[in-house]
């Protein structure tokens, strides 16, 4: 009998426990406030007393089968001008995890709670406000529905409020988002909604929609619904105007004599709301003198090496056109505006007139983005003026499935055949068949066409991705598509992924990224990825789990080009430290000369011939929590005819919080017999970030590279003296590695001010 009333009460327990999981689509009501919010992370006014609480946040790592062990409680209200939001975070610990006070700081290695807003109620785009303990903030959008880490971008910045104080049992966070800081439909009266805590220390993650452990509890498939008892405010005016004025000093010391510059300038942003939830950017000179230089690599592969956007105005609201194609045939990518390879291969600045993108969504359904941007001419790079232009348009239907069409024109404006020796860039000219003759001519314009879908089931278990996209040149009126598609299904203990492209051989997206198609005379490519998690009952291990990775490439004839395969086994630890062991067999047809290393030093490995490899790779991230932390990754094994052992990884202490001091570096011992070569490559890059306060920062970066000769270093001053105003002072020289001796310098500042009409 005893043994019945025990069992019976145990279940009973059970049942109120998986009851009190919040499940997607759980409402919670935001109601207007008449009184005055005051930030100070006392919870007093009566708005807060009376809002709604979203509580009983439920684990999703690194476990998702109970309540969090320290609760969150997040409330909600608004006024004419702002959305407010508090939190209450139960802790017992002080001790909080924090990088640095530079904002939009590193999510993974930061204490910090979150608002995840879906202001479209599609389930698939929003945005993210977030702060941590110490009060810093960060904040970006959503695309995509929150479903993958390349859904969330920081790159979009805005004007907001916070306030945080800390108390022995919990932290207390006050937010004040103006509704001029983002796009929402103000006649929806129901939002997407979520929040997320990361209590990095602990390794814990928790979220108010419970969420399973395979998917991002961020994601806009697991969130609730925020509604709305009246509407949000409808706002007729909302301007806000950004000038800079910028100038520096600059020294070229590979010229005879030495060339010296100056130079001072001026223009602005703006951004225009058009509606609540389409919004104008405006760009008149831009100048991007702040923007952190490349990380350099080195690069041994056949294929163009993908550098990141870093340049804020091509950042902010880029979804609809960064997502479009696949990423082995991207039709659209920014740095194709503005950055050019002059004839020694190095990257110059293309002058930018000005620019102009309207984005944001037209209903709950569809949603626009066009681009237009206009370059100088450049004589020096043998470039003429020349005109971008980018549209988008998405449709979304069912939960989370969408369909885009997007259009990627460049023109080069006032050329002739005549102007063989003005402008002379090899972008400019393609062979052309006349009358059966082959001759060179002027390329004047080149678009691009494409079509996506992205379908998803409401849990996210499956996705399905399909694209199809066609160049228009006067030069090639066939063989110029690409396309493909892939499916993926993610359950707790598995997932797999599989796939499918082609890239006929004059696809040409001259404003896109496609670096396989300059290597493949046409291409298809086929590929299968699985890998299994494993819960292990230990107090050491929270998952692990095999991998294996297929693929195999063909090109026009059906000669096979490429093979690939790997195995792999990952073990993830609960103190945030990870190891992974793979081996990997590799074979390459040539289809074109290339030499890894110097062609003018060394044998080149010739079209036709063809090779195989096999390689072992173990790689570990220590704990990320101690205040010294580290990364390395050695592969070993072949490489062509010959051998290669990489070693790879990086090394930082952080000084909580107020900075840190890293070091990456890269290492290859190459062996190739005959005289293909024999090297030790090293690249090494120092950095020291240091936060002075939240709105000082001071970053020095310096980059060591044997293969490219080049050491490089660039200093960063940056004083944010109003919220999203700034002052910028960058120091950039480059040297030569065997001497030292300078090569070039420059130092430049700039000041921007955020002004709102």
């Known amino acids: 009998m005893k043994f019945f009333i025990f069992s019976s009460v145990l279940l009973l327990l059970v049942a109120l426990r998986a009851d009190a999981q919040n499940k997607p689509g759980t409402e919670l009501r935001i109601r207007k406030t008449t009184d005055a919010i005051k930030l100070d992370g006392v919870l007093d006014e009566p708005a807060w007393k009376a809002a709604q609480v979203a509580t009983d946040f439920f684990m999703n790592f690194p476990y998702d089968t109970a309540l969090a062990p320290f609760q969150t409680e997040a409330r909600l209200t608004f006024d004419e001008h702002n959305l407010y939001v508090s939190y209450v975070c139960y802790d017992d610990d002080s001790r909080d995890l924090m990088q640095s006070l530079r904002r939009d700081f590193d999510f993974d290695g930061t204490d910090n709670i979150g608002i995840y807003l879906g202001p479209y109620n599609d389930r698939i785009n929003g945005f993210y406000f977030q702060v941590t303990p110490f009060g810093v903030q960060a904040e970006g959008t959503i695309a995509g529905g929150g479903s993958d880490d390349g859904a969330y971008s920081d790159t979009w910045d805005n004007k907001w409020y916070s306030h945080v104080t800390r108390e022995k049992d919990k932290w207390i966070a006050e937010l004040a988002i103006p509704f001029k800081s983002f796009r929402y439909k103000n006649e929806l009266t129901t939002w997407n909604v979520t929040f997320l805590r990361w209590d990095r220390k602990r390794n814990l993650v928790s979220s108010w929609v419970a969420t399973p452990i395979q998917f991002i509890p961020a994601s806009f498939a697991y969130s609730g619904n925020l509604i709305w008892e009246e509407p949000p405010p409808h706002h007729t005016t909302n301007i806000s105007i950004i ?6 000093l600059s020294a070229d010391k590979q010229t005879e004599p030495t060339t010296n510059d100056s130079n001072l300038q001026a223009g602005f942003d703006a951004k225009v709301a058009v509606t609540p939830s389409l919004n104008l950017d405006l760009t008149f000179n831009p100048d991007f003198s702040q923007v952190e230089v490349d990380r350099q ?77 206009q370059t100088r ?81 409401p849990d996210n278990s499956w996705y399905a991705s399909l694209y199809a996209s066609k160049s228009f040149d006067d030069f090639n009126a066939t063989d110029n598509m690409t396309g493909g598609g892939f499916v993926q299904h993610t359950k707790r203990n598995y997932q797999f992924f599989f796939g499918h492209t082609f890239i006929q051989k004059n696809y040409n997206a001259e404003v896109g990224f496609v670096p396989l198609i300059r290597v493949y005379p046409g291409l298809a490519n086929s590929f299968i990825s699985g890998n299994g998690t494993f819960f292990p009952k ?73 090779y195989d490899w096999r390689t072992f790779s173990i790689g570990y991230e220590s704990d990320q929590r101690p205040l010294f ?105 480059n040297y030569f590695s065997d001497t030292f001796r300078s090569k070039n310098r420059a130092l430049v500042f700039k000041f921007t001010y955020w002004l709102n009409l």
């Open 243 to 248: 000038p800079y004025v910028a100038g520096g």
């Open 297 to 373: 690599v080195i690069n041994l592969t056949r294929f163009e090496f993908q550098f990141p956007e870093r340049r804020q105005f091509f950042l902010e609201n880029s979804d609809l056109f960064d997502r479009a194609g696949f990423p082995e045939a991207r039709p659209f990518f920014s740095r194709r505006i503005g950055l050019a390879r002059d004839t020694s291969g190095v990257i110059r600045l293309i002058p930018i007139l000005y620019g102009a993108r309207l984005s944001g969504s037209l209903s709950k359904d569809w949603r626009i983005s066009v681009l237009n941007m």
């Open 377 to 457: 001419e450049k004589q020096s790079m043998g470039l003429p003026a020349q005109n971008f232009s980018v549209a988008a348009i998405q449709r979304n239907f069912w939960k989370q499935s969408n369909i885009q069409i997007s259009m990627v024109n460049k023109q080069s404006l006032g050329i002739n055949e005549g102007d063989s020796l003005k402008y002379f860039n090899t972008e400019l000219w393609r062979d052309k068949v006349v009358n059966g003759d082959t001759i060179a001519s002027l390329n004047k314009y080149n678009r691009v066409l494409t079509v996506d879908l992205e379908t998803r089931n």
């Open 538 to 610: 230990s107090k050491i291990l929270a998952n692990m789990g095999p991998g294996l990775d297929l693929s195999l490439r063909t090109i026009p004839g059906g000669t096979v080009t490429d093979r690939s395969a790997s195995v792999a086994y990952n073990f993830n630890f609960l103190n945030t430290s990870n190891l992974s062991l793979s081996y990997g067999y590799t074979y390459q047809f040539l289809t074109n000369s290339f030499n890894p290393i110097d062609p003018d030093r060394y044998t080149t490995y010739n079209r036709g011939e063809e």
């Open 629 to 733: 932390r580290y990364s390395v990754e050695v592969n070993s094994g072949g490489f062509y005819n010959g051998t290669n052992l990489n070693i790879n990884g990086e090394l930082s202490y952080r000084y909580q919080p107020y900075g840190s001091l890293s070091i990456t570096f890269d290492y290859n011992d190459l062996k190739l017999p005959e005289n293909y070569g024999t090297e030790k490559l090293f690249l090494v890059g120092p950095r020291l970030d240091l936060t002075f306060t939240d709105k000082i920062f001071l970053t020095t970066f310096a980059q060591y590279n044997n293969l490219a000769e080049n050491v490089n270093l660039n200093a960063r001053f940056q004083w944010r003296y109003k919220p999203a105003s700034d002052f910028f002072i960058v120091y950039t020289e």
